[in-house]
């Protein structure tokens, strides 16, 4: 069934059924998903409840309190199943530890761990993925991996200087990549915090339309 079919089916189902939810983002949401009841959906969906819980949260949240009082939530693209990608990881064993920038003079200890490999919208990629020298001597990120990326939405639709996505390392070679989860650094809500610099090998020549979007002060 095409996208455009779906969409109008959900459209008019919404219409018939007058009295359903009436929370306008969640209305907004299911109308543009591919399906609404599945499990990857429902995955997403919550990953922006609770980021949106961690930033309304004085205690966790970057923003500053400006910002946080009237915050009602971040902005989202609509979730789409497209942007999760199974993606085969080439580990690099021998690659040397490096200095990352950052948006302050701080520098943070990396080693590449691995490229990733894998198909977006019909086109070949690849991404370098760190770990963090210092943050694997901590248990809970032992098998923590960091992929920083760029595309063509930055500046636009997304946050100038890229965003996130959280791994861990997988049992073997494959590795599921939901850009539906990518994220913005904390400094593109605050100055205040040191980011690293997404570097630019990590540019994809391709619009993510996927996961949190500029954030609009």
């Known amino acids: 069934m095409g996208r455009l079919v779906q969409i109008t089916i959900i459209v008019l189902y919404t219409l018939l059924m ?17 399906d609404p009841g599945s499990e990857i959906i429902k995955e997403v969906l919550q990953f922006q409840q609770e980021l949106n819980e961690e930033y309304s949260n004085p205690e966790t ?10 915050f009602d939530g971040l902005e989202y693209f609509p979730p789409d199943t497209n ?3 199974a993606a085969k990881l080439i580990k690099t064993p021998d690659a040397l530890p490096f200095m ?3 948006t302050t003079d701080r520098e943070t200890k990396e080693v590449v761990y691995g490229i990733v490999h894998f198909t977006l919208e019909g086109e070949k990629h690849e991404l370098e993925v760190y770990q963090n020298q210092e943050q694997i001597l901590q248990e809970e990120f032992r098998d ?3 992929l920083p990326f760029l595309d063509q939405t930055n500046g636009e639709e997304t946050y100038t200087g890229g965003r996130y996505i959280d791994l861990s390392i997988p049992a073997g070679d494959r590795i599921v990549i939901d850009f539906n989860k990518a994220y913005n650094p904390y400094c593109a809500y605050n100055k205040k915090y040191s980011c690293p610099i997404v570097p630019q090998v990590n540019m994809l020549d391709t619009k993510v339309r996927a996961g949190v979007k500029a954030f609009k002060k």
């Open 83 to 85: 942007y999760r990608v």
């Open 18 to 34: 007058g009295c359903g939810d009436k929370k306008k983002y969640h209305d907004t949401v299911r109308a543009e998903i591919q």
């Open 144 to 146: 923590y991996l960091f």
């Open 61 to 70: 949240s970057p923003l500053p309190d400006r910002y946080r009082k009237d």
């Open 100 to 102: 990352m920038p950052t």
